[in-house]
């Protein structure tokens, strides 16, 4: 292995933040042709990593770098959806011919070698808006590859992070050939993900990170063992017992349409946790919006503890009002407010409760109320006045979910909770959707995780074509059965 290029050398790397080491002494070397896979809990360090290599963050002084040319791919591809792959490919840097004008015909060829080394089989002049989630990601890897191409090196370096948390199983599968065969030409591959068995299944070593330090580089290690040496101790059940839900309806919902969505008709009683899955589009993903307000509905009625209304009457704010609480799936613009302390960001739903004479808040109790917060979700670092920004995304995700249990939600609509969040912190926020259940709550569940839906639900609902298809009780739930309904044509 030894005489095998190394494509990226890191020695004595750290990070510090207003005096907090996030990163400490990190040495690491990634040869052409290897894929290696990072992981390491929400705050362990991984993004910080990954943005000293594309210099975003310079590292303490100390540090040794050494890099020839690379491409970063994240999670929210960084795609414009109104402009044509062509123009995403090649954006600021057109090949202008004489006059400043530019080769279109030389342009396209140029793009189209690039989709056919991701093999994708789109015309350059498509909108990218309209291209499937599996072909926006292979076109962010073409884009990389274009990138690279412009730096003339051999033996590039590929960094994803989280690459997979959107696509269905073909498009993983897809993506993966197509990496293995990036690797095969000499690329040298960093994939981060939260995701172990698909890290096991693609790279061929794996560096661990747990608070900062880089404590293992392995192969052929089991996903347990890659948890232990996450966490630093041995893996607990990760979903707990969900209670028995009981009584009449809490929730009934009759003929809700909106969106993608048409014509849903379910009941939840106190306690129920219900699942929505399918594949994106089908509708499973609008129901924790349209139930909330945050979209409007187009139709169908909701009763909700003894009032009914028609659902296109329901507003962010009084849905809020009668206990219905939105996690959405995309936190970074809907879920949160960056700039705003872990403090304010947590209370702002539920202010009155601290203010007195309807204008004062009171800050003791505010303060107090969050920290209590803090210290239950085990969010990190452990202090409410820093802005959320500054959290890493799986910390970010447990302080949205801590801000709506403070208010003690009657309803709690959840779109990919776990997205992005690591195994101890995923175990955590399962364990507070029980509990909130089990305190009477109804949860509703949207997500393309089968595994978590089977353990956790007491019903989910399968949605094709906008329509719900299928039921399936959870006497019959199991992740392969629910995989089976949702990718069943
Ligand atoms: N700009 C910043 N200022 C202050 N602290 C920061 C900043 N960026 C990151 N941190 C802190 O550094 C630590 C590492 O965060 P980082 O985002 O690298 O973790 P991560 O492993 O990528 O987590 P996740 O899996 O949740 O994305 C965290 O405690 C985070 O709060």
Request: proline share 5%; with cysteine; charged share 25%.
């Amino acid at each position: 292995m030894d005489e095998v290029e190394a494509v990226l050398e890191l020695a004595g790397v750290s990070k510090t933040f207003d005096g907090v080491r996030v990163l400490h002494d990190v040495t690491l070397t990634v040869r052409a042709g290897e894929i290696l896979g990072l992981i390491g809990e929400n705050g362990s360090g991984k993004s910080t990593l990954i943005k000293i290599l594309s210099g975003y963050h310079s590292p303490d002084p100390g540090a040794r770098i050494e890099l020839d040319a690379a491409s970063f791919i994240h999670q929210d591809l960084a795609l414009v959806p109104s402009m044509t792959v062509l123009e995403n490919l090649r954006i600021a840097r057109f090949d202008t011919g004489f006059g400043w004008r530019i080769r279109w015909s030389a342009e396209r060829a140029r793009v189209g070698r690039f989709l056919k080394q991701v093999g994708l089989d789109v015309h350059p002049d498509t909108r990218v808006g309209d291209l499937s989630v599996t072909e926006q990601a292979l076109v962010a890897m073409a884009r990389g590859l274009a990138d690279i191409e412009e730096t003339g090196s051999s033996h590039p370096l590929l960094v994803l992070d989280e690459p997979t948390a959107y696509l269905p199983n073909d498009g993983v599968r897809r993506l993966f050939g197509v990496l293995r065969d990036l690797a095969a030409d000499g690329a040298a591959i960093v994939f981060v993900s939260h995701r172990l068995d698909e890290v096991r299944e693609l790279c061929d070593r794996v560096a661990v990170l747990r608070g900062g330090d880089l404590v293992a580089v392995v192969s052929d290690q089991s996903e347990k063992e890659l948890l232990r040496l996450m966490l630093g101790r041995p893996v607990e059940e990760l979903y707990p017992d969900t209670p028995s839900p009981e009584g009449e309806p809490l929730l009934s919902v009759d003929g809700l349409s909106g969106g993608t969505l048409a014509d849903l008709s379910f009941t939840a009683r106190p306690g129920e946790i219900i699942g929505f899955a399918g594949l994106p589009g089908s509708g499973y993903d609008e129901v924790p919006y349209l139930l909330t307000g945050a979209r409007p509905a187009g139709g169908g009625r909701v009763r909700f503890d003894g009032q009914e209304l028609a659902a296109a009457t329901l507003r962010p704010r009084s849905a809020i009002r009668l206990g219905l609480a939105l996690l959405p799936a995309d936190r970074a613009h809907t879920g949160c407010a960056p700039a705003l302390t872990v403090r304010e960001n947590m209370t702002l739903p539920t202010l009155p409760a601290f203010t007195r004479f309807r204008a004062v808040v009171n800050q003791r109790r505010e303060r107090r109320a969050a920290l209590e917060q803090v210290e239950r979700f085990a969010v990190v670092p452990r202090r409410t006045e820093t802005a959320l920004r500054y959290l890493s995304g799986g910390n970010q995700q447990k302080v949205l979910l801590a801000k709506w249990m403070l208010g003690q939600p009657k309803v709690l609509a959840l779109h990919e909770p776990t997205q992005g969040v690591d195994v101890g912190a995923k175990r955590e926020i399962f364990a507070h959707l029980s509990d909130a259940a089990a305190a009477g709550a109804v949860v509703l569940l949207s997500t393309v995780e089968h595994e978590d839906l089977a353990h956790l639900c007491s019903r989910v609902h399968v949605f094709h074509g906008g329509r719900c298809r299928r039921v399936i009780e959870q006497a019959d739930l199991t992740p392969g059965r629910l995989a089976e309904a949702v990718y069943a044509s």
